[in-house]
């Protein structure tokens, strides 16, 4: 589904140039559920934004389903909208839009109509237990309702792949085996799920652990 060929991503930063990965050669397969780990600074979160499109590559290739992925903006913003769901650190939402409007933004952005976007809103807040708070604003919330809403609005235009940046960092361990739960049981549901974590209990609930250091894939072990 992804190959990566001798992937590099240089930042520019005060005119040097930081190695945020170094010649990343991989293939991940439809359905797999895989975790990214790693130090801090170790190039996880450069990675989720390469593979969904939030950064351009600065060398080497990157195929989707067989076919080299441009790296323009205009291409890349179609793979996003078209394939990729994704939940940021730190969840992202938007506090003076409620709930409902936040799950309902890439909806929105995909032009659906009313009725439709209501029907998928409801159907997904039901399913992460969330549909009581649709009305609230995210500062109402706890932090592991705002993960959950954060997922909603990740996977209401049924991606074919999901990025989660450190998914758990800020969620107590009842939130995050709800939240690993719900990973585990839509990627059962047959999608690919992509996580970053610092944490290991985490990442060995996944079917693959890949260690990144120093822009470098240092490990890579199926479980
Ligand atoms: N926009 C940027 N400009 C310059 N350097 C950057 C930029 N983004 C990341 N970097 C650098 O690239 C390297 C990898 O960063 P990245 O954010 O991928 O790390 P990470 O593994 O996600 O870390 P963390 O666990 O702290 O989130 C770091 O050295 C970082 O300083
Ligand atoms: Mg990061």
Redesign the pocket.
């Known amino acids: 589904m992804i190959k990566f060929e001798n992937v590099c991503k240089e ?3 005060n005119k040097t140039i ?3 990965l170094l010649d990343i050669n991989l293939e991940i397969q439809q359905g797999e559920f895989l975790a990214i780990t ?10 989720l934004n390469l593979i969904g499109g939030l950064d351009q590559i600065t060398r080497g290739k990157y195929y989707f389903q067989d076919k080299l992925l441009k790296q323009d903006s205009k291409s890349l913003a179609r793979f996003r909208y078209e394939n990729i769901g994704i939940i940021v ?1 730190n969840y992202a939402l938007i506090n003076y839009k409620k709930v409902f409007d936040n799950i309902a933004l890439p909806l929105v952005y995909k032009r659906k109509n009313i009725k439709e976007i209501n029907e998928i809103v409801h159907r997904w807040a039901e399913y992460l237990e969330i549909k009581d708070k649709l009305n609230c604003f995210p500062n109402q919330l706890s932090g592991g309702e705002c993960q959950r809403v954060a997922i909603a609005r990740a996977l209401c235009k049924n991606p074919s792949i999901l990025l989660a ?2 998914p758990t960092g800020a969620l107590d361990y009842e939130n995050k085996k709800i939240v690993l739960n719900i990973l585990k049981e839509l990627n059962q549901d047959g999608i690919t799920i992509l996580l ?1 974590t ?1 944490d290991y209990d985490m990442a060995k609930k996944t079917n693959r652990i890949i260690t ?1 250091e120093t ?1 470098q894939i240092i490990n890579d072990s199926k479980i």
Do not use: C, L, M, P
């Open positions: 930042y520019k930063a930081v190695n945020g790693g130090r801090s600074g170790a190039g996880k979160s450069t990675f650190q940046d450190e970053s610092h990144i822009g």
